[in-house]
Each structure stands twice: as C-alpha cells, then as structure tokens.
Nanobody
Framework: VQLQASGGGSVQAGGSLRLSCAAS????????MGWYRQAPGKQRELVAS???????SYGDSVKGRFTISRDNEKNTVYLQMDSLKPEDTAVYFC???????????????WGQGTLVTVSS
C-alpha cells in the first residue's frame, strides 16, 4: 500500500488549503484514514481521522476549522483546512490502516508528508 499526499503549500493566516492523499497498490481492505502533523520540535499529533463508514474525529485545535472526508471509490482522503493559523504550520502526514491482501492483518501505512506553512 502506497500513500501519495499532495496539496501543501504556503498561505496567509485566515486562508484555506486542501490536502489530498491517494492510496494505491495492492489493497484488500482500507480501514481508517487520517492526517497527522508534526511541527518543528514537537511530537506528531492527530489532526483528523475518518472511518470507512464516514465517522470522523478531530484534534481539539482544529475542530470547527478543518474537515476530513474520503472517497472510497478513489481510495482517497481529503483534508479541507479553513481559517488557518500560524500554529497550523507543520508537515502533514497521511495515514491509512489497511490490509494489502486477504488473510493479512491490517497495519498502519504513512505517506511522505507535505509541508503547510501559514504566515501571519
């Protein structure tokens, strides 16, 4: 299972960005997908996650500003980020829990990370 993230960039505070992450390769089962972020000198933290059925959860710092969604036909997860703040600056990583083949136990896979920079 490979995860390819895109959509990062630079934006001013109050602006918006949309991240995408497509899962490809051998995928028997794709369970939860999500986004994590890591700012310089800080631990990686959960931003948002979504189950295969569409149930969502968000980190406290992004509730009401970010929206996660997914397209199961395209094996793709999206993160719409609105009202961005300088403290949202971080490398954003896509995550998916998946099983590549039948009888394989699901495990977590990670994308390469995409940088989001929010200037004040």
């Amino acid at each position: 299972v490979q995860l390819q993230a895109s959509g990062g960039g630079s934006v001013q505070a109050g602006g918006s960005l949309r991240l995408s992450c497509a899962a490809s390769g051998s995928i028997f089962r794709l369970n939860d997908m999500g986004w994590y972020r890591q700012a310089p000198g800080k631990q990686r933290e959960l931003v948002a996650s979504i189950t295969s059925g569409g149930s969502t959860s968000y980190g406290d710092s992004v509730k009401g500003r970010f929206t996660i969604s997914r397209d199961n036909e395209k094996n793709t997860v999206y993160l719409q980020m609105d009202s961005l703040k300088p403290e949202d600056t971080a490398v954003y990583f896509c995550n998916a829990n998946a099983a590549p083949f039948i009888r394989f136990s699901p495990r977590d896979y990670w994308g390469q990370g995409t940088l989001v920079t929010v200037s004040s």
